[in-house]
């Protein structure tokens, strides 16, 4: 195995250990057809940066995971041209308070050279 495998590895064991900094969240596709219950990284917090570089209260809120934990329980992550699409989907993951939300991933980037995605979250209810 080259170390390239071996940072896939280790990125998935890392953040998808509920002992340790994962967390439990439930991705579902745009359409309801198909949900699924994976350990990432989730985190919300309540500080930005506004166009003049001043700090604001604003929500940010964003999970990362291995994509091969979605895909190897047939979970959609990429569209027909190979392509990573997560535009719609909703993922439900527990807040500090301990409280399920539900949000819209608004954007996602991925990291295809150790397979990891991170998904910026939108409010959905």
């Not at 500080?47 to 190897?72: C, M, P, Q, R, Y």
Request: charged share 25%.
């Amino acid at each position: 195995m080259g170390l390239v495998d071996t940072a896939k590895g280790d990125w998935q064991r890392f953040t998808s250990n509920p002992d340790e900094f994962g967390v439990s969240m439930t991705l579902e596709t745009p359409a309801g057809s198909h949900t699924e219950t994976i350990v990432g990284l989730a985190t919300k917090h309540h500080i930005g940066i506004d166009t003049d570089g001043d700090l604001v209260n604003t929500k940010n809120a964003h999970i990362s995971f291995s994509e091969k934990l979605l895909t190897d329980v047939g979970y959609p992550v990429r569209d027909g041209s190979g392509e990573v699409n997560l535009e719609s989907h909703k993922v439900t993951v527990k807040d500090s308070t301990g409280l399920d939300k539900k949000y819209l991933i608004r954007e996602w980037f991925q990291d295809e050279t150790v397979g990891f995605i991170v998904c910026i979250l939108g409010d959905y209810e």
